[in-house]
Nanobody, 123 residues
Framework: QVQLVESGGGLVQAGGSLRLSCAASGRTFSGYAMGWFRQAPGKEREFVTAISWRGVSIYYADSVKGRFTISRDNAKNTVYLQMNSLKPEDTAVYYC????????????????WGQGTQVTVSS
């Protein structure tokens, strides 16, 4: 089992920035690709970005490309999501996930999920 805990969400004005963290514990973090997803009220869970185990491969959804940056520190068992130039449409609960498939974009391809952290962007 891998336990994931997100933090860093909050309320921010449009154009502002937030940095989310996802801390992993439990079974070894080693070898897991990580992803960030988000889910707005009444909508399906949406892929945001993913990073491979060593951080060499990264993939972003078009909607966040150029504004969001994913990174990871395997020594700290932590993945980060730096979100800049936030827009009201970025408002959602953000989830991190761990899985063995590199750069997976479908929720079913991930094995472990955090509980989510709310991000609200005001206009």
């Amino acid at each position: 089992q891998v336990q994931l805990v997100e933090s860093g969400g909050g309320l921010v004005q449009a154009g502002g920035s937030l940095r989310l963290s996802c801390a992993a514990s439990g079974r070894t973090f080693s070898g897991y690709a990580m992803g960030w997803f988000r889910q707005a009220p009444g909508k399906e869970r949406e892929f945001v970005t993913a990073i491979s185990w060593r951080g060499v491969s990264i993939y972003y959804a078009d909607s966040v490309k150029g504004r969001f940056t994913i990174s990871r520190d395997n020594a700290k068992n932590t993945v980060y999501l730096q979100m800049n130039s936030l827009k009201p449409e970025d408002t959602a609960v953000y989830y991190c996930a761990a899985g063995r498939t590199v750069l997976a974009v479908l929720p079913d391809e991930y094995d472990y999920w955090g509980q989510g952290t709310q991000v609200t962007v005001s206009s």
